[in-house]
């Protein structure tokens, strides 16, 4: 099938439900902007080594060229999404399914912003879908379970290999410096730390980024009559699209969140700062090159929790971390559900 902007643009014309798939998408990359993206600098800000709007310009370029270079490599994620679901047989009301789950995730993401929560807005894009999927099939026909165990590789993965890359990596960094004088490392650890922030946006454009571009594309074959995105190249402007409103969302709104991550849950020294960056980016990497989808949020929240623990456990603000553990627990419950709901009432309204 055609992908290109000009043949997207006319099928969005032609179908409003497409439309308001298309809108409803964007609505949740901007969301994820607010409330995901900025993890990716939290730490380089709030040690002060870029400023707030000069790091937002940097994670929107390499965004970008994150969702460019690893979709070359391995476009594996972007069709994780439409894979964990079933709408066989139900076209036109699965895009009204769809919108109902984007429709439900833009609810819960701006819910979380709002009290300064980062929420993944992976899980939630899932969770939506597969409650959609749920109401649409009348069960769990509409799951695809195979697909489903992967999420939960990746939930483990994120978890367990982000706090303890965090903690090893900021070993070996205090190992290898504990000669030194600290003034003498400031230097290299500001521009270790920039560097750092750019390789997690990279790498949270070769996650989230691929999986809202799946979308976008499920949204379109199902209007015209197909459920499969398979071999479909994912064209270059959708890349820039998507890095565009994830950038204009993070500059927007994700400032509580920055202060949330960065500052509230560990008070972070330069080459703490680092290392956290470093191990996040490792963990992001490793996973989409297996092709497994995880949490951005998840991976670099543990790394700063691990990175913490290094001094000593109480230098962690458990209070924070409830906060984020009690929504990244309830996001698969809460989000689904109102995927669900929101599914049953779209449909039964068109």
Known sequence: ????????????????????????????????????????????????????????????????????????????????IKNMVNFDGHNEEAVIA???????????????????????????????????????????????????VKVLYGLALSTLLGFASGYLICKIVILLCRRMHRGKTEGFFKWGQIFGAAAMSFMHGAQDGQKFMGVLLLGLFLVNGSDSTAGVVLPVWMMLLCSVVMGLGTSIGGKKIIKSVGMDMVRLEKYQGFSADIAAAACLLLSSVFGIPVSTTHTKTTA??????????SAINYRVVWDMVLTWVLT?????????????LFIALF
Request: charged share 5%; hydrophobic share 60%.
């Open 1 to 80: 099938m055609d992908v290109s902007f000009a043949f997207f643009w006319e099928q969005i014309l032609q179908n409003p439900v497409l439309a308001v798939s298309v809108f409803l998408t964007l609505c949740v990359i901007f969301v994820n902007g607010w409330t995901d993206a900025p993890n990716a600098i939290a730490t380089c800000v709030s040690t002060r080594c870029m400023g707030a709007q000069a790091a937002i310009f940097m994670s929107a370029a390499f965004n970008f060229l994150g969702v460019l270079v690893m979709t070359m490599l391995n476009s594996t994620v972007a069709m994780t």
């Open 332 to 344: 698969f419950p809460g989000c689904g559900l109102i995927g669900y709901l929101m599914a049953k």
């Open 98 to 148: 769809l919108c109902a789950a984007l429709f439900a995730i833009v609810v819960w993401a701006v819910a979380a912003w709002w009290f300064g929560i980062p929420t993944s807005e992976s899980h939630a894009l899932i969770a939506g879908i597969s409650g959609a999927a749920i109401a649409l099939q009348g069960g769990l026909s509409g799951i695809n379970g195979a697909e489903w």
């Open 304 to 313: 700063i929790m691990g990175v913490g623990a290094t001094k000593r456990f």
